[in-house]
């Protein structure tokens, strides 16, 4: 068994699941745009080697990243919604073509468009004040709710009090 700072792999992909499903909705785009980039990188170095095994996985991820970014925009929502959706169909084609053709330059070419796009998003997400936080279960203490505090030691059945 493989362990980290975090513990064994199960234990990372336990967290990291978690950390996706409590994301607020701007911090979600911003991890979407993250790990596209991060796709497109490892893409375009696999392309560089000539390692189209490892190019083609990384291309495929970044595709469907981008038809998750598609099917999710409202066009309807914003004035610069069309234009958006312009862009990543332009991106998923570039891709596309990428990966069949074996061009880097098509790669670098994605990845020139959505950078910019990816550091505005991450602007604007730091830009939205945080969710107050909600106490979990876990975080309360375990009598919360169930009782009160007994103030009278030994009149409430419990050793400590609590009754």
Do not use: C
């Amino acid at each position: 068994m493989t362990t980290t700072s975090f513990g064994s792999a199960a234990q990372r992909n336990q967290y990291l699941a978690d950390s996706v499903l409590s994301a607020p909705p701007a911090r979600l785009l911003t991890m979407l745009y993250d790990r596209l980039l991060l796709d497109l990188g490892r893409a375009e170095t696999a392309q560089q080697g000539a390692n189209w095994p490892v190019a083609a996985e990384n291309l495929l991820h970044a595709q469907a990243i981008i038809a998750e970014l598609t099917s999710s925009l409202k066009v309807d929502a914003w004035d610069g919604a069309d234009g958006l959706l312009g862009i990543y169909n332009y991106a998923f084609t570039a891709l596309v073509n990428a990966n069949i053709q074996r061009d880097p330059a098509l790669t670098r070419e994605a990845i020139d468009l959505l950078e910019p796009l990816r550091q505005a998003w991450h602007e604007a997400a730091a830009s939205v004040p945080a969710p107050p936080a909600v106490p979990s279960a876990a975080a309360a203490p375990a009598f919360a709710g169930t009782g009160t505090w007994n103030a009278q030691p030994g009149t409430g059945g419990g050793s400590l009090g609590f009754g």
